[in-house]
């Protein structure tokens, strides 16, 4: 009795790839051919345009044309006119400045020997001011290109209470001498000028002078104004706590008392005369009910000033009211970012609900490239989507500001083009995050809860006004994954303008340390997801 | 699930009683179908595991949030002249922000497990009056988490009462500690039990017509956060903000808790838990008329 053996069959058909390109093939076939995801996304992309775009409606009236034929003044009559500096941002140039010019190397030395200052609390001008300085009160010598606000300059200064500094170019701040000025401590400052570079110095006695710093002010003409000046900005004190914030704001200005003036250099003009650059802020629109000026007593100057000489911030108590960024045109990313997580986590759980994770699984037993192609998939749709979201709401959004007559801070093409790019990353980790927990928790119900918790209420108990005292909400964005929202920031904080600095504008972490943080709790779920995707039975 | 499914006819192996099946629109009928519902829906409940989480989360969780808003506030006068304006039975209700999530979750579970699981077919089968097993869904949800919110309100108030005179909310600064006896207090508690109890029932009007869990809860979360942001942050046009602040869920429901500056609000405590009222009524509404026209 003999056995016949018969082959196996065997189909006809080539066996089927295993590659990783295979898998992103089927991911990317399991995700389009889904309407409702695809719908998904699209709502997202909506979201953010319609609160990006809707918020802009300003209907303030800023003013009115005088004469006989006056009439209100709204949309782009209403935007603010800043000049540019030296390093081509915006900034706020005005102060009352006792001058001489200087043409050739030269330098200015002055003892200031009281710094005094006064606030108008919000009443109409020149009415019963309160003692007291700013915190950024500034008096002191000053070396500037020429009067024309926004020029180069060089100075050192007193200030209300972070002692003598040196700043230039308005965004260079270095600290000199700390303390208080009074007439029982002096401080000697000093600058000095040689062709491009400026030298300051500080010194408690006249007699030891210690450098400050070095300014090199490239392209300065060879004749210079220099003085004495005083300024002050605006009040802003603004605090938030639970069920919202308190401010007081109102113009300022501040006083200071120099002698043993002097001035040397080959060619100087020989006598002072004072004038104000630029409008002192929060006074009448030429600077009506400020007391600026300067008094001369033998070779006393008192020099009263107000107004600021720093780049311009947004926020509240900045003084600079109808300034915004560019980002508030991308406020509306944490709705978008709610639709686009819960399409994420339905691409991994709606597997599981269906069972069709069982089919998935043994087609490629590999499991954490499953999981890796989902990603992938998930990641890059809704970076795209992101993507062309942003780049559309940004440019759309600055232009309807300008015509309502909100001023966006200018930022260079490099920082628009992180912010928007940011953004869609910021939305495709996000999607990626949504997708490790819904593997880890496999419910739908419990990883959106916990992916909308842990982002979105924060983000929104961390950003919106009055929900927690500020330090709290401080730590949250530094702390859980709404930190990433820090990617979309695009003016940096400078700490020599007293604001407060708040998000959506500004944000307690840089921008890439923001977006490191999200990174990091995504990177940290994904190991997670990969490491019980492989241990427990579909 | 399989015992709720047999908790669902408990009168097997008895005569048929002629009411619910004999005549569909009669309302005998439906009171009848409704107590069998209530009896299933009941049973279901009690036999999932995550009701009593969620409702020890609804508790816990609110009473921590609460306590930690309450204990994170100081008040020090500063010498500017701000004094330390708060309302503190609302800084007391803080939890109830992150309550309102556990509740619509709770809500939303309630449905959309069923239909996760294709449960819905065997219980719209055993019970095929479908508004009376909405009906009963959402008393038994309301009764609930009435039930968790008194406590998490309790406990939430109780916290406030002993944390803040520590922190300077003292007579003499003109605080008196919270009280029910005070009156505003008191509406602002019973209040915020009724609007946990009205968030429940939007979301589970809403998870009836979505029937995906997933999307009923990223469609109620966002139905009650997203109006918030979108007043502080984006709008700035004074008649659109009027009426988001007057006809949103959360914003218009939540002016139940204030007790301070009742001037001032978009819209009057009573009024403002109205229009959350009517939020939860068209949900429940749109609910139940897909839950009927539809297949399950």
């Known amino acids: ?538 | 699930m399989s015992r709720a499914a047999a908790a669902a006819r408990p009168d097997t192996g008895q005569a048929p009683r002629p009411g619910p099946a004999g005549s569909p629109g009669a309302w005998p009928g439906w009171w009848a179908g409704l107590r069998d519902a209530l009896h299933a829906e009941w049973t279901k409940l009690r036999t999932v595991a995550a009701t009593a989480w969620m409702l020890a989360a609804i508790v816990v969780l609110t009473i921590a949030v609460s306590a930690a808003a309450v204990a994170a506030t100081k008040c020090n006068p500063s010498p500017a002249g701000l004094s330390c304006a708060a309302d503190t039975t609302k800084l007391s209700l803080t939890g109830v922000y992150l309550g309102q999530a556990l509740a619509a979750i709770l809500a939303v579970l309630t449905v959309c497990n069923e239909y996760s699981t294709g449960m819905i077919r065997v219980t719209l089968a055993a019970m095929p009056r479908r508004s009376a097993v909405l009906a009963a869904k959402a008393l038994l949800v309301g009764c609930l988490v009435l039930a968790a919110g008194t406590l998490a309100i309790g406990g939430s108030l109780l916290a406030g009462r002993l944390i803040l005179p520590g922190n300077g909310f003292t007579a003499a600064h003109g605080y008196a500690p919270i009280s029910l006896a005070h009156g505003p207090t008191l509406r602002a508690a019973c209040g915020s039990v009724l609007y946990l109890v009205l968030v429940a029932l939007l979301s589970l009007g809403l998870a009836a017509a979505v029937r995906d869990s997933a999307m009923a809860i990223g469609a109620s979360l966002g139905l009650l956060y997203l109006p918030p942001i979108l007043i502080s942050l984006t709008v700035s046009n004074p008649v659109w903000l009027h009426r988001l602040e007057r006809y949103t869920p959360m914003n218009a429901g939540l002016t139940i808790q204030d007790t301070t500056g009742l001037h001032g609000l978009p819209i009057s405590p009573w009024g403002g838990l109205g229009v959350l009222a009517l939020w939860a009524a068209g949900g429940m509404l749109a609910g139940g008329m897909l839950l009927r026209l539809r297949d399950a």
């Open chain 1, 1 to 538: 009795m003999t056995t016949a053996t018969v082959a196996p069959y065997r189909s006809a058909q080539p066996a089927g790839r295993d590659g990783f390109a295979q898998l992103l093939r089927a991911e990317w076939d399991k995700f389009r051919s889904v309407r409702g995801w695809v719908i998904g996304m699209i709502v997202a992309a909506l979201l953010m345009l319609a609160f990006g775009l809707l918020g802009v409606q300003n209907s303030s009236v800023c003013g009115s044309t005088g004469g006989p034929n006056a009439r209100t003044l709204t949309g782009a009559a209403c935007l603010p006119t800043f000049p540019v500096g030296p390093g081509g941002q915006v900034v706020t140039d005005s102060f009352y400045f006792v001058r001489q010019s200087l043409t050739g190397n030269g330098s200015i030395t002055a003892r200031v020997t009281s710094f005094t200052g006064a606030q108008y609390n919000q009443g109409p001008p020149g009415s019963n001011p309160a003692a007291g300085l700013q915190q950024w009160s500034k008096a002191g010598i000053i070396i500037k290109a020429s009067t024309k606000p926004g020029s180069a300059y060089a100075a050192m200064m007193v200030t209300g209470s972070h002692g003598v500094r040196m700043q230039y170019d308005f965004t260079q701040d270095i600290a000199g001498l700390p303390g208080k000025v009074s007439s029982a401590h002096p401080r000697w400052l000093r600058l000095t000028r040689s062709g491009d570079t400026i030298t300051g110095y500080d010194s408690a006695d006249g007699a030891h002078w210690t450098q400050v710093a070095v300014a090199d002010l490239a392209g300065l003409p060879s004749t210079v104004q220099v003085g004495l000046f005083a300024t002050s900005p605006n009040a802003g004190h603004f605090t938030t706590s639970f069920g919202g914030g308190t401010g007081s704001f109102g113009p300022t200005q501040a006083t200071g008392v120099f002698d043993h003036v002097g001035l040397s250099g080959s060619k100087h003009s020989g006598s002072w005369t004072g004038g104000a650059i630029g409008v002192p802020t929060g006074f009448g629109p030429s600077g009506q009910g400020s007391d600026e000026g300067f008094q001369r007593a033998g070779g006393t100057f008192t020099v009263t000033g107000s107004g600021d000489i720093a780049p311009v911030v947004t926020g509240p108590g900045s003084g600079s009211g109808g300034t915004g960024t560019i980002q508030e045109h991308l406020i509306g990313t944490f709705a978008g970012l709610i639709a686009v997580m819960v399409v994420a986590v339905m691409f991994i759980t709606a597997e599981y609900r269906r069972g069709l994770i069982r089919v998935t699984l043994a087609a490629s037993p590999r499991r954490g490239r499953v999981l890796a192609a989902k990603a992938v998939v998930i990641g890059l749709v809704t970076f795209v989507m992101g993507l062309v979201t942003a780049a559309i709401a940004v440019p759309v959004g600055v232009h309807l500001s300008h015509d309502q007559g909100l001023y966006m801070l200018p930022v260079s093409w490099l920082t628009a083009a992180r912010v928007v790019v940011g953004t869609a990353a910021l939305l495709a980790v996000g999607a990626v995050l949504a997708l490790a927990v819904g593997t880890i928790l496999r419910r739908s119900a419990a990883a959106v809860t916990a992916v909308i918790v842990g982002i979105v209420l924060t983000y929104v108990i961390g950003v919106v006004p009055g929900v927690l005292p500020s330090g709290a909400a401080a730590w949250l964005l530094r702390v859980t994954p709404a930190a990433g929202f820090a990617i979309q920031q695009s003016t940096p904080t400078y700490p020599q303008v007293a604001n407060s600095y708040l998000p959506p504008d500004y944000y307690p972490l840089a921008a890439w340390a923001g977006f490191a943080v999200l990174c990091g709790y995504a990177a940290l779920a994904m190991c997670l997801a990969v490491f019980l995707i492989r241990r427990r039975d579909a």
